[in-house]
């Protein structure tokens, strides 16, 4: 069915049934009302509760339909479909227009109704993170049946053979997965170096030195930084931070590749400096003003008070924003994906190109390879292994800023 | 625990003009003059003049906002944090006025104590906290010297015998008591010639008031004092001065006893008597 | 102790200030070093992009008959035709259909010049051939060459040539994603939040639900981009490259951020509201429905809008599930394959011709200004409407 088929059978049925339900309900309730029978609710409550039992049993059936219809089952004709939600909408209809009497509680009904859907609507977050760990782990599993886990931790090797038909076998595939690890944690290293130190000492300068007036300046504009697209910064790495790179490596004398790791590594680092600051910023004003006035009533001069009481106080706080810049900096994707290279390469040398975890499933993902290819499937490897490592710092930054808030609140 | 007669011999009563010092057989440690202090349009302190004694201490007294706190943190220039402050008048402490423009701030502070309303000690060790300051001040180098120091603040602060097996363990894990001591100790080991005290036992529970309060009657044999207190049994039994505060006023100051058995001032009565505040 | 006390500063104090103003100048330094990144980026990219809202057009007559609705470059005089783009040639069959009176007239227009001629006339590259150059400065002398606004940037689709490539499917891919979005992220995570902060007990599975969000926040983009390509296309069976699959995959991203930004709105409702309306006898949801909601919705729209804003500018997962086609002509339908504006810009950086570069560039500088205007809106809406308590 079309998008503009199931809006007409919303809109020109499903609404105006509703509508007459409510009509309905409300019609009965006024009437007993009337007759001198004392109603628990107010009619319109009786409406809204006839109008919701019919509107339920017509929607579940549809979405149970559409549901199954999508997964590829065998479902009945669109007439057919809508005759036995019409069917189940009577039904409803019949029932709770049955149950409006005095004693019925309609708005405790409606209410627990509400409950429910709220309940129902806080489980999509759980089923969501459900959703990626089965996602992943399926097809990752498949991956591991065909390659060892061991070769793929310690492999120093990446070089898979495409393989573009379906079971096709690629003998020569090598799945070490180290080099694409340290890519990523180099330029995960070079992002934090750059990162870290600057927005940590804006929000010092921001929470602690500056003016209400530069505050106010200040802050929307880091959030601009904060608000600028990843592809706008791979962008702005590939076109003139990377050849930037070069020429200043030329001339003191070495020799850079056009996608080295230094550049998408240093433009990471800029776009995490708000995310760093903001986080710090909250940290260090949570810091109560009695351990501020402390130090000073003690003769300790600004700096001495924010390196020596503010700073150690609020670094559990920190260090949580640092980690969860990290976890940001391993799964950033288009950056690296736009200025660093495709070659798995082993080294130290940030000027030589690499290629990093995200680059590799990006490339995976979009070519014409079969859907069970083994590179395909190690893109959800490598996926499972960015989940796991993300979830980690994630899990124990929330934690560590959850257990910060409680013992300043 | 130490409590004054509060019926005590009335000849000991001298009248004096309400903001110079009440008697003159003590040095005069502070000199305030006309004092205005405001927060952005709101004026806090109309001119307030007063003389604190050495080796005394001195309560300042009244209702709610009517300026206690905010004279006390004028005298080691605490109020200057605040933004939209402006201050007027003069602080006189070792013969120069701490609000001219050679004074530093820091240094002023590092002589002047302050010990808050609430116990803030640092987020360190107990050792730590003591430590600090002299350490920043460059007052003491040697470690040994260090460990002296801790032990006689502490000792000062009475607080030794409790902690002296867990001086490594953090100055948060002790009681609200033991905290304000803690501050007490922390505020005496860099020597300041002045402490200030705001509502220092407002937090605390009345077993901890008492040893705070009979810390405070040994402190004075070496310090000048000078405590905000909302309690008036407090004033009464530590201090030897009272000043009574109100709209931004000093409406009545004299040595305790008088203050608190022949107020000269109608307000003064009501107040001590409990008619408001 | 107190005999020769001074209050200026002493020597040791000197150096303890020069150590404070060593360090104020990093922090300092740091903030500077920050606005710069930022003036930086954003003068590269005005250089890179200005020139791509301005196109070379050339005045010459167009000849139409028999012979050029066939050979459509022979419709120009010879030596002009190599200058004018080629998209011009593809219109003129379905021109003369649509107006058959203009059947062997000839009229005077002015048409786009090809991606070579507009780079070399703004100086961006000399690869012109020489005779062409000029033929060029020949017109230009006679007045017939000029700038005209590129109307082709926000008004047509996608197109394999520089000068007729345009944003307009982004523009209409982006819009769809993006009622997806609003559709299903906003009601389930307002949903969210009121049962999480009005009604949910203190116990475990709602702290672990809370933990949950706050991950989902921080989670890879490009994770989602899995569980859209396993889960919504290979499992559920929706359109490969759709704006639907798109924006159920973003709508799960900008979920967290709703809920977030929609709980700190109503923890900002004061307890005494809720207090005063069950006071009067209202149950705990008549109460939040006639009075938290109304109080806090600034905050929640502040919220979902930026959130929004936040969905429009990602690119990574989108990838995944296809949104990287080339769409010529804007999507009619949410299944369609389409395409939105930051993959759009994707696609254009990776194209070999030169003339892309600063076409991407100013599809850079247009979704810029779309989401500075978002977001300035989301901060307007809270200064306005916004309450303190």
């Known amino acids: ?409 | 625990m130490r409590t004054r007669d509060l019926t005590g011999d009335s000849t000991q009563v001298v009248r004096v003009p309400t903001t110079e010092r009440p008697r003159v057989n003590q040095k005069t440690k502070m000199k305030v003059r006309d004092l205005e202090v405001w927060y952005g349009e709101k004026q806090a302190l109309h001119g307030v003049s007063m003389d604190v004694a050495e080796n005394e201490v001195t309560a300042l007294i009244g209702p709610s906002g009517c300026g206690k706190s905010t004279f006390l943190r004028c005298l080691n220039r605490m109020n200057d944090l605040i933004p939209d402050v402006r201050i007027k008048g003069e602080v006189e402490f070792e013969n120069q006025n701490i609000y001219a423009p050679e004074v530093d701030v820091v240094e002023l502070r590092s002589h002047i104590g302050m010990v808050f309303q609430k116990p803030n000690p640092f987020p360190k060790s107990i050792y730590d906290n003591i430590a600090y300051a002299p350490k920043i001040l460059g007052q003491v180098r040697k470690r040994t010297d260090m460990e002296d120091l801790v032990e006689h603040s502490l000792k000062r602060a009475g607080l030794w015998e409790e902690v002296k097996d867990r001086l490594q363990m953090p100055g948060l894990s002790l009681s609200g008591g033991q905290q304000q001591r803690l501050c007490i100790a922390r505020a005496i080991a860099v020597s300041p010639s002045v402490l200030l005290m705001d509502e220092p036992c407002s937090a605390l529970d009345p077993v901890a008031t008492a040893t705070v309060e009979q810390l405070i009657d040994e402190l004075k044999e070496n310090y000048t004092i000078v405590i905000v207190t909302h309690n008036l049994q407090q004033a009464a039994r530590v201090a030897g001065y009272t000043a009574f505060f109100h709209l931004g006023n000093i409406v009545e100051y004299s040595d305790t006893d008088s203050l608190f058995t022949h107020p000269r001032e109608k307000k003064t009565e009501d107040y001590i008597t409990g008619r408001y505040g | 102790m107190s005999q020769g006390i001074t209050l200026s500063p002493s020597r040791q104090l000197k150096k303890r200030y020069r150590a404070e103003k060593r360090f104020k100048a990093y922090c300092i330094g740091a903030l500077v070093l920050a606005m710069a990144f930022l003036v930086l980026f954003f003068t590269d990219m005005i250089r890179q992009g200005y020139s791509a809202f301005v196109q070379t057009e050339i005045e010459v007559e167009v000849t139409y008959n028999e012979d050029t609705v066939k050979f459509t470059n022979e419709s120009v005089r010879e030596e002009v035709s190599p200058l004018i783009s080629r998209a011009f040639y593809r219109t003129i069959p379905r021109r003369v259909d649509a107006n058959p009176e203009l059947m062997g007239t000839t009229e005077t227009r002015w048409l786009t010049a090809t991606a070579h001629v507009d780079q070399y006339r703004k100086g961006y590259s000399d690869r012109l051939d020489p005779e062409l150059k000029a033929t060029l400065d020949r017109l230009d002398s006679e007045g017939r060459v000029s700038y005209g606004f590129n109307s082709g940037l926000f008004f047509s689709g996608d197109s394999k040539i520089p000068s007729n490539a345009g944003l307009w499917s982004a523009f209409v891919g982006s819009f769809y994603v993006m009622i997806v979005v609003l559709l299903v992220s906003f009601p389930i995570g307002v949903a969210t939040a009121i049962y999480l902060e009005e009604f949910a007990p203190d116990n475990r599975f709602t702290q672990g639900i809370e933990i949950n969000i706050n991950n989902l926040a921080a989670v890879p983009s490009i994770l989602f981009g899995l569980l859209g390509l396993a889960i919504f296309i290979n499992f559920f069976g929706v359109p490969r490259s759709s704006a639907l699959a798109g924006g159920l995959t973003l709508s799960l991203m900008t979920l967290p951020v709703i809920i977030i930004s929609t709980r700190a709105a109503l923890k900002a409702v004061p307890q005494n509201i809720r207090q005063g309306a069950q006071a009067v006898g209202a149950s705990r949801w008549q109460a939040i429905r006639d009075h938290v909601l109304p109080l806090s919705l600034p905050g929640i729209l502040t919220g979902t809008i930026i959130g929004i804003a936040q969905a429009m500018g990602e690119t990574a997962p989108l990838l995944l599930i296809g949104m990287i086609a080339y769409i010529p002509d804007a999507p009619t339908s949410m299944t369609e394959a389409a395409t939105v504006l930051p993959a759009q810009i994707f696609t254009w950086s990776g194209m070999p011709e030169g003339a892309y570069v600063s076409l991407t560039a100013a599809g850079i500088l247009v979704l810029l200004s779309l989401l500075i205007t978002l977001n300035a809106t989301a901060v307007i809406l809270r200064n306005r409407f916004e309450r303190r308590w």
């Not at chain 1, 310690?154 to 076998?169: D, E, I």
């Open chain 1, 1 to 409: 069915m079309e998008t503009s088929q199931i809006l007409l059978v919303f809109f020109g049925g499903l609404v105006p049934m509703a509508a007459v339900a409510f009509a309905l309900g409300r019609r009965k309730a006024l009437l007993s009302d009337a007759a001198g029978s004392r109603m628990h609710s107010l009619p319109a409550q009786y409406g809204v509760y006839v109008a919701t039992w019919m509107a339920l049993p017509a929607l579940a059936i549809g979405i149970v339909a559409a549901s199954a219809a999508l997964l590829g089952l065998q479902v009945p004709s669109a007439p057919f479909v809508l005759s036995f939600a019409l069917f189940g909408a009577a039904v409803g209809l019949m029932i709770a227009l049955r149950k409006v009497e005095p004693t019925l509680r309609a708005r405790n009904a409606i209410e627990k109704f509400v409950y429910w859907t709220l309940f129902a609507a806080s489980l999509v977050s759980i089923l969501t993170t459900f959703g990626i760990i089965i996602s992943i782990l399926f097809e990752a599993l498949k991956f591991f049946s065909q390659v060892s886990v061991w070769d793929f931790v310690t492999g120093t090797n990446w070089s898979p053979v495409a393989t573009f038909r379906p079971g096709q076998q690629a003998a020569d595939s090598q799945f070490g997965s180290v080099p694409l690890f340290a890519g990523t944690f180099m330029i995960t290293l070079v992002a934090m170096s750059v990162a870290i130190p600057v927005g940590l000492l804006s929000a010092i300068y921001m929470s602690e030195y500056a003016s209400y007036r530069v505050r106010t300046l200040a802050k929307p504009m880091l959030e601009i930084l904060a608000g600028i697209p990843t592809v706008v910064y791979g962008f702005f790495a590939a076109i003139t931070v990377s050849p930037l790179v070069v020429e200043v490596a030329n001339f003191f004398g070495l020799h850079a590749s056009y996608t080295n790791a230094l550049a998408p590594g240093l433009v990471m680092g800029i776009m995490i400096i708000p995310f760093i600051s903001s986080l710090s910023d909250d940290v260090i004003n949570s810091i109560p003003n009695s351990l501020r006035e402390g130090a000073y009533a003690l003769g300790a001069t600004k700096s001495e008070t924010i390196k020596q009481i503010i700073l150690p106080a609020a670094f559990p706080g920190i260090m949580a924003a640092a980690l969860l810049g990290v976890s940001r900096a391993l799964g950033e994707t288009m950056i690296v994906v736009m200025a660093a290279g495709l070659r798995p390469n082993l080294t130290w040398n940030p000027l030589e190109d690499m290629t990093t975890v995200t680059v590799r499933i990006v490339d995976a993902l979009t070519g014409d390879q079969a859907f069970d290819s083994p590179e395909t499937l190690a893109a959800f490897a490598l996926g499972l292994v960015l989940f796991v490592v993300t979830l980690t710092l994630n899990l124990i930054s929330i934690i560590v800023i959850r257990k910060f808030r409680q013992s300043y609140e």
